[in-house]
């Protein structure tokens, strides 16, 4: 039996090239797939809508939040729940892969906290639990940012890093 001749092109089996071509295809696909990724930055804190969100104020360079205190109390006169408000007509981003956040935070006066929500709390009565969302919280000391998936009242993960403001 005489073995069959492989097609030849330019020297090399046509397999290889048709495999050698998809591979190709496909590290080009992700190559243009991670640049334009990259480059879709959007402007979070200028293209938002900031004059329904409670304790903020539009100024030149970003946005001043300022504390409300506002709080749930409960019956039994235990210690009151942070309650703070959240730009529910604001922008918002929905993705299903992975993302990164840049902000800066300045004019800090003991502590500030930034809170991002994948889902709002649930707030019932004299209640509140927090779901699926991440907080960070800036001190003069550290940074402390706290995860929530939705299934508990108390958050998943807590990391606290040092923070030295003195050196910037």
């Not at 590290?27 to 930055?41: D, E, F, G």
């Not at 730009?87 to 003991?110: C, E, H, P, Q, W």
């Not at 639990?129 to 939705?150: F, K, L, M, P």
Request: hydrophobic share 40%; glycine share 4%.
């Amino acid at each position: 039996m005489i073995p069959k001749q492989s097609k030849k092109i330019l020297g090399y089996n046509a397999k290889f090239i048709v495999v050698f071509v998809i591979l190709l295809l496909i590290i080009i696909t992700a190559i243009l797939r991670y640049n334009v990724t990259m480059q879709s930055k959007v402007d979070w804190l200028n293209q938002s809508d900031w004059s329904h969100f409670t304790g903020s104020e539009e100024i030149d360079g970003g946005i001043r939040i300022f504390p409300t205190e506002r709080v749930i109390n409960h019956r039994d006169t235990s210690t009151a729940q942070p309650n703070p408000p959240i730009n529910m007509r604001g922008s918002y981003l929905k993705t299903s892969s992975d993302f990164r956040i840049d902000f800066a935070v300045s004019g800090v006066d003991n502590e500030a906290t930034v809170q991002f929500y994948g889902q709002i709390p649930v707030i019932y009565d004299e209640w509140r639990q927090e779901r699926s969302s991440i907080r960070i919280t800036v001190t003069n000391d550290e940074v402390y940012a706290r995860i929530w998936d939705g299934t508990a009242v108390s958050s998943i993960d807590e990391r606290k890093y040092s923070l030295n403001l003195c050196e910037y």
